[in-house]
Every structure is written in C-alpha cells, then in structure tokens.
C-alpha cells in the first residue's frame, strides 16, 4: 500500500520499435525503380557511353597514357598547361603492354592492331617525353 509520504516510482520510459521500417524501405526502394532514368543523355546534354570493349579499354589507356605524358605543340595560348607525369604514363603504357602479352593469339586482327599502334606511338611519345624533362631539368632557367 503506498502512502502519501513515499516517493513515486520515476516513469519507465516508453520505447517504441518501428518493426514495419524494413517494408517501408523496400517499399521507397521498389517505388524509386519505378520512375524513369533522368534525362540528361536523352535531352543531348551527354554523349551516350561506348558499349564496352577490347577496343574502348585500350583506347581509355592509350588516352590516360597521352594525357600524362604532358603538354602538346596544339596548346592553345592561354590555356591551362598540363605538366607530364611520367610515371603514371609508363604505368598506363606497361598496363597496355600486359594486356598485349595476356591477350596474345585471342584478339581480331583490328584490335591487335590497334593495340600495337598505340603501344608503338605512346613509347615514342614517352621517350620524347622524357628527353624533354631531362634538357628542361639541365637547362639554366630564365629568370
């Protein structure tokens, strides 16, 4: 029996568990696959992607390797320079090359061409590159 002189017991806190939050999530989850893709590529503001390839991987390399390999004679003036970076190139071009070795005897003869015109060119470019780096590094710079 509780008398006027005894302290209340504290209020339990109430704790509620959402048991429903799964069928809640697979619910927005089924809703959102439901709507249309956004239609950024169909309103021409991107370029649809390349179907995937022999042909694009190498490409997509041969591309990285160029772009490391620094400045061109074509920069236009003003434009941002783009300073080489050798040893991502040759990563890029030996990434090329172990494709080359891997893939020996199991390419069309268009993609093995391509591949080893752009393994052929890319070294070329790379030593030009780094014969550019060494006279740049040894030459006295203006001041």
């Given at each position: 029996m509780?008398?006027?002189d005894s302290p209340a017991p504290p209020p339990q806190p109430k704790i509620i568990v959402d048991e429903d939050?799964?069928?809640?999530?697979e619910a927005e989850?089924?809703?959102?696959?439901?709507?249309?893709?956004?239609?950024?590529?169909a309103d021409g503001d991107e370029p649809p992607l390349p179907d995937a390839s022999f042909?694009?991987?190498v490409t997509t390399l041969a591309t990285q390797a160029m772009m490391a390999l620094g400045p061109r004679a074509e920069t236009e003036p003003g434009q941002e320079e783009v300073t080489a970076n050798l040893p991502f190139a040759k990563h890029c071009i030996d990434t090329l090359a172990v494709l080359a070795?891997?893939?020996?005897?199991?390419?069309?003869?268009?993609?093995e061409q391509?591949?080893?015109?752009f393994l052929y060119e890319l070294c070329l470019l790379y030593v030009s590159a780094q014969k550019q780096a060494a006279q740049r590094q040894t030459s006295p710079r203006a001041t």
């Open positions: 509780d008398t006027p939050w799964k069928s809640q999530v989850r089924e809703a959102a696959a439901k709507q249309p893709l956004p239609a950024s590529a042909s694009v991987l070795e891997k893939t020996k005897g199991n390419l069309t003869s268009a993609e391509l591949l080893s015109r």
